[in-house]
T-cell receptor, first 114, second 115 residues
């Protein structure tokens, strides 16, 4: 079946530090890949997505590249801010469609200190 | 755009009572909605897929008679937790597929506490 594995957190960084959150996946077919963010007390928000190999999703300074050869979709940001503190979820939907069922990773808690 | 609301945002109820949670897509039509359950510090677990005008499809291990889902219109899906027990206490999140950028849009979640 499909699965998503994220690096375990929590991740604690100082403001302006570089962020990487690793995500690898197992899926049949050609999945679409997503990063969602959940701020405290809120629902999930789509951060970025990529629908095919070598696509790069980007938003709000965050980037992730769909690497089929390594089955990875690592999230990066060059300079984090305190407001980036949240839980980040890597997810996939199989078959390349963006409306299918999502399989989530376990989530990574990010805390950014001033 | 592409806003999804949930009501109520939190609810406390006595064991044995039923609780209904509404999920609405406010500015787009959603033929498909999803219901998730999230335990503290854990990921989201998909409970069921709700399609407008048809029966919901439940994930393995989810009791369909306990978690009743109705998707009566293109903007509203409801989840009813019947005869709730303390182990049903959780954070329930819905999502709707659609919008200008077709993807899943999530509601803010409903926190249920069963005493």
């Amino acid at each position: 079946g499909n699965s998503v594995t994220q690096m375990e957190g929590p991740v604690t960084l100082s403001e302006e530090a570089f962020l990487t959150i690793n995500c690898t996946y197992t899926a049949t077919g050609y999945p679409s890949l997503f990063w969602y963010v959940q701020y405290p007390g809120e629902g999930l928000q789509l951060l970025l997505k990529a629908t095919k190999a070598d696509d790069k999703g980007s938003n709000k300074g965050f980037e992730a590249t769909y690497r089929k050869e390594t089955t990875s979709f690592h999230l990066e940001k060059g300079s984090v801010q305190v407001s980036d503190s949240a839980v980040y979820f890597c997810a996939l939907t199989a078959g390349g469609t963006s409306y299918g069922k999502l399989t989530f990773g376990q989530g990574t808690i990010l805390t950014v200190h001033p | 755009g592409a806003v999804v609301s949930q009501h109520p945002s939190w609810v406390i109820c006595k064991s044995g009572t039923s609780v209904k949670i509404e999920c609405r897509s406010l500015d787009f039509q959603a033929t498909t909605m999803f219901w998730y359950r999230q335990f503290p510090k854990q990921s989201l677990m998909l409970m069921a897929t709700s399609n407008e005008g048809s029966k919901a499809t439940y994930e393995q291990g989810v009791e369909k008679d306990k978690f009743l889902i109705n998707h009566a219109s293109l903007t509203l899906s409801t989840l009813t937790v019947t005869s709730a027990h303390p182990e049903d206490s959780s954070f329930y999140i819905c999502s709707a597929w659609g919008g200008a950028v077709e993807t899943q849009y999530f509601g803010p979640g409903t926190r249920l506490l069963v005493l």
